[in-house]
């Protein structure tokens, strides 16, 4: 984002975010599974990743469960060429939920989502266009990647808790 570069490794017993441009990270115990991180960070920290919808293990169940309605829009062609992804015949979704409105496409042969436009419910309507390429289902994955190594110079900080926030405040 035009804020910076945040990177989130988790290894199944603790999850490390690290922003990159201030060059701080945090590390906290998280036991629990890829399902399971994203509500466990919301509950505690009070944050859900961005498009952590798409890194569980069934996306489609999660965006489901998220919408309060979805309607197919009909059939249509990617145009997002300088991504390799021009010409992709695609279902469209229109997917109305309590934080925003969303328009995804899905690629009729593969089932793989291809772009995301979603419009949030705040003020002034922020919007968020995701395109997703260059799909590797079975690209090999080493234990490394989920390893986090701080960058050099960089300053450990805590991480706070939703209650020790809350707790911050009151004082």
Known sequence: SRHGVR?????GTQLTLLDQKANHYSVVPMRTSIDGLVEKLDKHYGFTPPLAE?????PYRELKGQAKTITYLGRGKTTAGFLGL?????HRLALHGREAYAELWIGVDDQLPYQLTATFHRPGN???RVSFSKWQ???????????FTPPKNSQKIEMWTTDKMRSAAKR
């Open 7 to 11: 990177q989130i490794v988790a290894d």
């Open 54 to 58: 798409f890194a569980v293990s069934d």
């Open 86 to 90: 021009f010409g992709v015949e695609c």
């Open 126 to 128: 922020p919007q968020v």
């Open 137 to 147: 289902l079975n690209a090999p994955v080493s234990a490394s990647e989920f390893t």
